[in-house]
């Protein structure tokens, strides 16, 4: 089976520094579970995914609270997505201290998937999301079809520009009021796009 490396999707990211400096800390979110716990990145999604490769990412967790926690990753649920080497294991955590891991996913099938890793603490549990996405088409229409008032006999010529940003072609059809005859048409009204 290849392997190969796949960055997640990105997210946000709360940093607090250590010593309670003013402005130096992010507000913090009222239905968090755990406040202290800074997970990197907050969830992880493979997009592109093929049937038998592996797909890792690495997930930092850094303990912002000025105490030792617990903490303990409970795999997931599904044999998708894994947890690579021992990282289920239970571990200390220092003030301030990170600790990584890495999530794998492998799938015979070209489907999406979701999935979450549950981290436990002493305190409460706080969930890392795990999603894997198939190849899908990403169109895009750029540019105005607006002809704006027409003199009789004349013609106008618009262009509409599609791009697929996706990860697999896309194919589009245009839908107008054929009613109109000869007087509007619209080349090519069917196709596809490539990525």
Known sequence: MPVSKFPPETGSMRLTMPGGRAGSTSPVDPNDPLPWLRLFPPAVNFHGIEADTVYTAEVTVRNADSRIHTVKMIKPTTKKFFLV??????FKLAPGMTA???????ADSQNDFWDKIVIQTEVGDAELPLAAYAPAPECRAEGDLDMGVIAQGCSVTRELTLTNHGSSPGAYRCDYDRTLGPALRVEPAVGSVPP
Do not use: C, P, T
């Open 100 to 106: 990584k891991f890495e999530v794998a996913f492998a």
């Open 85 to 90: 080497a021992d990282a289920f294991k239970s």
